[in-house]
């Protein structure tokens, strides 16, 4: 580089300069990349209630995760600092493949570990142009891959709508549009997708009740429930929330009704209530376990009827926006509380 007389440019010379070094820079170390982060649901509460020992186990069980689910791919792991992973992948398909199969290997690692050990990741894609060397990546699409996961729910792969355009149409009838997010690290709103990891022409993706015709999407988290309490301590109770357009009629709901559980083959359903319960026309009782596809159909206290519903092709999401406001504080979508029954006649689970 030769030597400059920095004391003797212009203010025009200095602006030319400073041009010059942009281009070059661009040049040189930028390239569009499709970018990853993937973040542990809960940690913090983790560490707390577990310590340290545990809490980094738990870290290690997803760093081995990831890099199982991504290096086959030729995803490369930029950095695991905190309690997530920031990865980088020369295709948004190879990314979105990626972070599907880690989902499914999660699903399959919580198997080996009790209730209160399980892994919970969010994640969050983009496609844009950074900053690239052999060691570190930089750029404001860092920044807004960022904003997406760490705006996801548990269990849940959200991108943007420039990754969502480089996927091939195999991968887009997985994605259901969801709505803008705003906020710090974002020069403006993005417009999110949600990324069905388990194929949503074969798993239900949302449920129709007939009694007051409404949809309401799935969660995407492994674990969750149904029934008709709204609240518990002060925390929300359900991830969905069971009414009949009668109050009275909600009332034969059990407050805690039904628990779902997404496993590699799936998705099933197990009643945690005495309240009645019927799929597909046959009654099950606490300790069945059923698996559910689209079509099946799920009478609940004999007064509310769900259809469980998927899709075949990205038209079927053509009007519908995703409310991504189930999570709690710390992205969790409420899984089933179990209590023990008493005599009351209205169940407590």
Known sequence: MPDIDWDK??????????????????RRFERKLALAFTDIVGSTAYFESKGDIAGKRLMQRHHVLVDGALGPRGGRVVDTAGDGAFCVFDTAEL????????????????????????????CGM??????????SVSGDAVNTCARVASSASGGE???????????PPSLRVRCQPGKSING?????AVRIHLLHWQDPSQVPTAI?????????????????????LALHQGKRANAILLK?????????????????????????????????????GRAIHIGDEVRVE?????????VLTLRFVGTESEDAFSNTDMDFSMEDSDGNIPAVVLRKPDDSTDPLI
């Open 184 to 188: 710090k690290g974002l020069t403006a």
């Open 95 to 122: 990314a979105a493949l990626s972070l599907i199969n880690l989902q499914e290997k999660i699903i399959e690692d919580n198997v080996d570990h009790p209730p209160d050990e399980r892994l919970t990741v969010r």
């Open 244 to 280: 009949h357009p009668d109050p009275e009629l909600t009332k034969r709901i059990s407050r805690w009704h039904l628990k779902f559980e997404r496993t590699i083959n799936g998705l099933t359903l197990s009643p945690v209530s005495r309240g009645p319960t019927k799929v597909d």
């Open 157 to 167: 792969i959200r991108l943007t709508e420039s990754a969502f355009q480089q996927l």
């Open 208 to 228: 129709h009740i007939e009694e007051g015709n409404e949809r309401i999407d799935l969660p995407s988290q492994q674990f969750f429930s149904m029934g008709r």
């Open 294 to 302: 689209i079509g099946t159909v799920v009478q609940v206290g004999k």
């Open 9 to 26: 440019l212009s203010l025009q010379e200095f602006i030319q300069l400073q041009a010059e070094v942009a281009s070059q820079l661009r």
């Open 126 to 135: 983009h496609w844009g142009g950074v900053l690239l060397d052999d060691i």
